[in-house]
Nanobody, 122 residues
């Protein structure tokens, strides 16, 4: 069993940067694919980014070039560096993990965090 705890959300202005962290329990987390989804008010939860155990990464087109995902396996932590934030990035951001294989769909995820709110004010 893996537990995921997000932190780092907050209220920022357009153009600002923010770094989200996802701390995981479990000794096997370093072998999992980990990543982020987000859900804006009134919208479906959508894929943001994912990273493999070998640091292969994938991004949604909407964040490509602005967001960067990374992981520190010694700390069991995954990060999402968000730069050049826009109002449309406002959402609850959820950490996600899967035992085997990359994911882009919600039903491919094995574990979820509780979410952290990111609000970008224009």
């Amino acid at each position: 069993q893996v537990q995921l705890v997000e932190s780092g959300g907050g209220l920022v202005q357009t153009g600002d940067s923010l770094r989200l962290s996802c701390a995981a329990s479990g000794r096997t987390f370093s072998s999992y694919v980990a990543g982020w989804f987000r859900q804006a008010p009134g919208k479906e939860r959508e894929f943001v980014s994912a990273i493999t155990r070998f640091d292969g990464t994938v991004y949604a087109d909407s964040v490509k070039g602005r967001f960067a995902i990374s992981r520190d396996n010694a700390k069991n932590t995954v990060y999402l560096q968000m730069n050049s934030l826009k109002a449309e990035d406002t959402a609850v951001y959820y950490c996600a993990a899967r035992r085997v294989g990359l994911f882009k769909a919600q039903d491919e995820v094995d574990y979820w965090g509780q979410g952290t709110q990111v609000t970008v004010s224009s």
